[in-house]
């Protein structure tokens, strides 16, 4: 680690005050918990000139219950997400995708915006100023060359964000703010398939709310990684399962994957199991299909094809449980 860098350090205390700031302020990020952005700054990864802290914005504090569903401020810690009762029984995957991000430390601090918003990952990123500097950095950052794939022109770094898998299969959106205005648009359209650049979302864009609807809060979910240490680690591999289930058929399932793309991946093709008896098989088919849209490479110290039939057993094994559970 670098010593801490100097840069102005601004609070605002409401959502528009903090996207103006954004906007008039040559090179300033936001900053929430600061868990991951502090790490990066003092590897000299991010540098910026302002940040713009969002602890102090009551609006982003809240939870708001009503008739459409849960609407969960960006400035809400994971430590309170995860204990809340609403989230445990009705979007249960997201409760325990917030219980499985980091240590008990991180939780406290680390923030739902922060999480969705997390910057993507790899062993050539993550690493410190001179580390990077004596590989000549890396595509992603001030380098020209992918070390993963260095005949390629694509950053493969992984998105590695616990929440953002779970929120996916409760059909959450998000509210985006910027210095021109709000809108609203469902999370899945916020991620995009470039490791380098996977935030689909304007320079400024502030994401102030995650709705979690209603309408998708009736049907059981579950999430699970797997880490190298348990106590806290980024996962190597995770999925969320959303089943909705009519018997022993299924009438709708939905599997989000994290750390195995540059972006939460919400698997596709699986209405094709719809009306389809849950047996050994079908369970077969459903990891097989997961392991074939997941696409690890060598981001981490562990093998990509390890993370690939990981994260194909665990859809396996979530998708069993719910529908033992139904
Ligand atoms: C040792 C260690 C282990 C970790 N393990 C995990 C893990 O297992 N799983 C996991 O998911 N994460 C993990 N993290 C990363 C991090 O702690 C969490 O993702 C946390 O939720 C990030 O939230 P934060 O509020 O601290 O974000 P910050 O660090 O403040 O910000 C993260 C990024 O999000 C942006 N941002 C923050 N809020 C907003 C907003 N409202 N709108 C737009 N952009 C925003 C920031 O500009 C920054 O780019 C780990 C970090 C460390 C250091």
Not at 39 to 52: D, F, H, W, Y
Not at 147 to 165: E, Q, Y
Request: net charge negative; aromatic share 6%; proline share 4%.
């Amino acid at each position: 680690m670098e010593l801490m860098p100097d840069f102005d350090l601004h609070r605002p205390t409401d959502v528009e005050e903090a996207v103006r700031l954004r906007a008039e302020t040559e090179g300033a990020l936001y900053v929430a918990g600061g868990t991951d952005m502090i790490v990066n700054v003092r590897r000299g990864i991010e540098q910026p000139a302002a940040l713009i802290d969002l602890s102090s914005v009551k609006e982003l504090q809240e939870i708001v219950e009503d008739d459409d569903g849960l609407h969960i401020g960006a400035a809400v810690t994971l430590e309170i997400l995860a204990g809340d009762t609403r989230v445990q029984e009705s979007f249960t995957a997201v409760a325990e995708a917030a219980t499985a991000v980091a240590g008990p430390t991180h939780q406290s601090y680390g923030t739902v915006g922060g999480n969705l918003c997390l910057d993507t990952r790899c062993l050539f990123y993550n690493q410190s100023e001179w580390w990077r500097k004596s590989n000549d950095y890396c595509m992603k950052e001030r380098g020209d060359i992918c070390h993963v794939a260095p005949g390629g022109k694509r950053c493969f770094a992984a998105f590695s964000g616990d929440v953002a898998p779970a929120a996916l299969v409760h059909k959450a959106e998000v509210d985006l703010v910027s210095a021109t205005g709000r809108r609203r648009v469902s999370l899945a359209d916020i991620y995009r398939n470039d490791g380098m650049n996977h935030l689909a979302i304007e320079p400024g864009e502030l994401l102030a709310v995650l709705h979690l609807p209603k309408a998708e809060s009736g049907q059981p979910s579950t999430y699970e990684k797997a880490r190298v240490r348990g106590s806290i680690d980024f996962p190597l591999a995770g999925a969320a399962v959303w089943l909705n289930q009519s018997g022993d058929k299924i009438e709708e399932l939905r599997i989000a994957l994290t750390a195995v793309n540059p972006y939460p991946h919400l698997v596709k093709n699986l209405d094709k199991f719809s009306g389809v008896k849950l047996d050994d098989n079908v369970l077969n088919e459903i990891a097989e299909m997961v392991q074939s849209q997941a696409k690890p490479m060598r981001t981490t110290t562990v093998k990509p094809w390890y993370r690939r039939r990981v994260v194909g057993a665990i859809a396996r094994r979530l998708t069993a449980k719910l529908s033992q559970a139904s």
